[in-house]
């Protein structure tokens, strides 16, 4: 998909699969939190610093958790790992903190979807304004490069340096299960609309998390942190190019 130079992820994200579970028991806790989760956050805009974060929890089933994160904070790129600490309420809402991440430490409330495919979540650090959520990655799911091609439908968003302006792109890729992307896209740049086809390659870990090269034609190659989610139905993308704050998921 074509962004360019820019900006913060205004993440424009339906997630009709955490709206349709099975019913929630009557009593959560901590063992409600247990499993890899694929999740994002940030602040699509306004104030100093704009952020937009994506990253992979494993959580124990206890109320102990370990992360790896890739941030863009005003276009700055950085990566980490975390430990953290959650609790869960029997009303299935709950506090989590990262020892590290785009605070140290980070702090988010979180309330759980019906299903327990996921949760919302919020930064409840003071001058933060980040909403976000997490997915689950599901139970069985085998991620690497195993020949299995997937067509994705992409929608990624953020708001160009210096200008500003909104940058909007959807399309669709076709992963061929062993390394190579092809497609198209459509993207809207302070209201300019254009089209391009797109080639590219991508990696995918044995733990679900990987990177994707995506080059529209005519255009330079834009690189991205993923994480697998919805038993391998959902990526969550986050652009890795200095002077870029640009985030998205792809759907199949």
């Known amino acids: 998909m074509h962004v360019g130079k820019g900006t913060a992820a ?33 602040r699509p805009g306004g104030g100093s610093t704009i952020k937009a974060v994506v990253g992979q929890i494993t959580a124990d089933g206890g109320g102990n958790l370990t992360a790896s994160w890739t941030l863009s904070a005003n276009g700055v790129i950085s990566t980490g790992t975390t430990t953290g600490t959650y609790s ?31 949760f919302q979540m919020i930064q409840t650090d003071s001058e933060t304004a980040q909403a976000g959520f997490g997915l689950a990655q599901g139970a069985g799911v ?40 092809m497609g198209s896209e459509t993207s809207s740049v302070g209201g300019m609309i254009s089209t391009a086809s797109v080639t590219g390659t991508y990696t995918e870990n044995a733990d679900c998390t990987g990177t994707a090269q995506i080059t529209p034609r005519g255009s330079n190659t ?31």
Do not use: R
């Not at 029997?90 to 327990?116: H, L, Q, R």
């Not at 959807?170 to 062993?178: F, I, N, Q, R």
């Open 10 to 42: 205004v993440f424009g994200l339906a997630i009709a699969m955490m709206m349709a579970g099975k019913p929630a028991p009557a009593v959560c806790s901590n063992a409600t939190l247990k499993g890899v989760y694929g999740y994002y956050h940030g």
């Open 88 to 118: 869960i309420s029997k009303n299935c809402t709950g506090t989590m903190t990262f020892s590290n991440e785009d605070f140290s430490p980070a702090d988010f409330s979180i309330v759980f979807d019906d299903g327990f495919e996921g």
């Open 142 to 181: 085998t991620c690497g490069l195993i020949g299995k091609a997937q067509t994705y439908a992409v929608n990624l968003a953020g708001v160009l340096y210096p200008s500003l302006d909104i940058d909007a792109i959807v399309g669709h890729l076709t992963a061929d299960g062993k390394g190579n992307l």
């Open 222 to 252: 834009m690189n991205f942190n993923t994480v697998l989610v919805n038993e391998g139905k959902e990526q969550l993308l986050i652009e890795t190019d200095s002077n870029t704050l640009v985030a998205g998921a792809a759907q199949e």
